[in-house]
């Protein structure tokens, strides 16, 4: 069975790793998307951002335009919001059960992940949550090597 490589993206940084990902492992790629988008300069929306993580707001989002029941690989990308994932991320996985499944999450941050990946292995109940790959970018480069990042993309399987 093919891998689905899903992943939300705010300013572009997951996207990039996501493209990269789906190069390498083939199979199919797919964006979550909110339904109202994030508009603002960028610290208007570390704000918004830190009221909707705080208060566990998990705005709307829009059909992801694959079906998940087809994949039994998800290799699931996230920016780090207020030391957790994107409160995108929060609405697919509340709408979404990924029991059973290999989910191999990536997540991309400045430097602060805090409880990350507890907080998707809890959020992913009775998925397969394999090794993560916690990408470090300064702005909008990528500081983490892409060894490093190759040597995580060859162990997917
Ligand atoms: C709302 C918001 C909150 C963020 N919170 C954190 C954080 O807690 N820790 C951190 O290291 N980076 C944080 N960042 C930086 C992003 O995680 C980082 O730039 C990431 O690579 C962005 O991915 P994207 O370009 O795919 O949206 C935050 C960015 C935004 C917009």
Redesign the pocket.
């Known amino acids: 069975m093919k891998p689905l490589v899903l992943y939300?993206?705010?300013?572009?940084?997951?996207?990039q790793v996501a493209e990269k990902i789906h190069q390498e492992i083939g199979g199919d790629i797919a964006r979550i998307e909110t339904v109202t988008p994030y508009t603002g300069d960028?610290n208007t929306?570390?704000n918004?951002?830190?009221k909707e993580v705080d208060q566990r707001y998990h705005p709307p989002i829009q059909p992801i335009g694959v079906d998940i029941s087809q994949y039994d690989t998800i290799v699931l990308g996230s920016?780090?919001?207020?030391?957790t994932y994107a409160p995108a991320v929060a609405s697919f996985l509340e709408q979404n059960s990924l029991a059973g499944k290999k989910v191999y999450p990536f997540i991309?941050?400045?430097?602060?992940?805090?409880h990350t990946i507890k907080d998707l292995q809890q959020s992913c109940p009775d998925a397969l949550v394999q090794p993560e790959i916690d990408i470090y970018?300064r702005?909008?480069s990528m500081a983490t090597s892409q060894e490093e990042l190759s040597r995580w993309i060859h162990q997917i399987s």
């Open positions: 939300y993206s705010y300013s572009g940084n997951t996207k960028y929306v570390v918004q951002g830190k920016p780090v919001w207020w030391y991309t941050d400045g430097g602060w992940i805090g970018f702005a909008s």
